[in-house]
């Protein structure tokens, strides 16, 4: 039972463009969405994060938007750069009061070309 | 600063073995989480520490693992006896406030059971 789905596993995109990138959550009790990104032999690195009771969180470049409605986020990287080249993490947090537990996607690999 | 240290970065043992991976989180972060990543697959959580106690163990796969963290600064993480499905990348990861969103990950430890 995969409660967060990204189910691009790969994206390919111009130097320049935006890169948009997408997740599928499916419980409700989460509290916070973050986008990591990761490069090859290195620990997840946060780039960002939104709250439930937020539509939309920017910084820099990047952007994140939420539709709680129908439970989907989105990464937009705007202009993409080569240095973003790596695999994107969607995750999904649940605090109980005491605990917090990430829930994460299966991952993008973003390519940006030249 | 010093971000969250693995030890080691990989691992091959035999099928049986034991092995212990260990985590140095940032110091003064009272939270400490746990991860695993088997075949590419997401991210998976596994426990999560506030201080020396664990606050969510639900995700630990069975019996064969063994987390600790005494004195409430790094952890040890057990696998004994070890089973190929235990291969996969091991993440630790610290945060300094138990209800924050952001935790700081560690480059993991690649554990390969032959």
């Known amino acids: 039972d995969q409660q967060v789905k990204q189910n691009s596993p790969s994206l390919s995109v111009q130097e320049g463009r935006i890169s948009i990138l997408n997740c599928d959550y499916t419980?409700?009790?989460?509290?916070?969405f973050l986008w990591y990104k990761k490069y090859p032999a290195e620990g997840p690195t946060f780039l960002i994060s939104?709250?439930?009771?937020?539509d939309k969180n920017e910084d820099g470049r990047f952007t994140v938007f939420l539709n709680k409605s129908a439970k989907h986020l989105s990464l937009h990287i705007v202009p993409s750069q080569p240095g973003d080249s790596a695999v994107y993490f969607c995750?999904?947090?649940?605090?109980?009061?005491?605990?917090?537990?990430?829930?994460f996607g299966t991952g993008t690999r973003l390519q940006v070309t030249l | 600063e010093a971000g969250v240290t693995q030890f080691p970065s990989h691992s091959v043992i035999e099928k049986g073995q034991t092995v212990t991976l260990r985590c140095d989180p940032i110091?003064?972060?009272?939270?400490l989480y746990w991860y695993r990543r088997v075949m590419g697959k997401e991210i998976k959580f596994l426990l999560h520490?506030?201080?020396?106690?664990?606050?969510?163990e639900s995700g630990m796969p069975n019996n064969r693992f063994l987390a600790e963290r005494t004195g409430g600064t790094y952890s040890t993480l057990k696998v004994q006896p070890a089973e190929l499905e235990d291969s996969g990348v091991y993440f630790c990861?610290?945060?300094?406030?138990?209800?924050?969103?952001?935790?700081?990950f560690g480059q993991g430890t690649r554990l390969t059971v032959v």
């Open positions: 990861a610290s945060s300094s406030l138990t209800g924050g969103t952001e935790a700081f």
């Open positions: 419980n409700s009790m989460f509290d916070y």
């Open positions: 939104i709250s439930s009771i937020k």
């Open positions: 995750a999904a947090r649940r605090w109980t009061g005491t605990a917090s537990k990430l829930t």
């Open positions: 110091s003064g972060h009272d939270n």
């Open positions: 520490f506030v201080k020396e106690s664990k606050q969510d």
